[in-house]
């Protein structure tokens, strides 16, 4: 019977090392979620910058179109106005 505390042992240290693997999965599944995260938010932040690009691409043409169209407004109303002094 001298094997017995030998199997105890055994069946002891084999146990540990399945609570150390999965301690040691939790943690690299949180690093993993953690990661992909990270990465989440940065392709987020990649997206909004390149919506926020595109809509101050078509704020600035917007602005720019009514810009001319006032300018040729006031260059009738000046045009008109001498024609009527003439």
Known sequence: MGFKPEI???NQ???EA???LCQAMEAKEEEDIQ???EQRWEEQMWEWDTI???IN???V???GKHAVVEIE???LRVSAGFSLLS
Do not use: T
Request: charged share 50%.
């Open 8 to 10: 105890i042992d055994l």
């Open 13 to 15: 240290a084999i146990e």
């Open 18 to 20: 399945k609570e150390q």
């Open 35 to 37: 990661r992909w995260m």
């Open 52 to 54: 926020v690009r595109f």
């Open 57 to 59: 691409r078509d704020l």
């Open 61 to 63: 043409r917007e602005v």
């Open 73 to 75: 407004k006031r260059w």
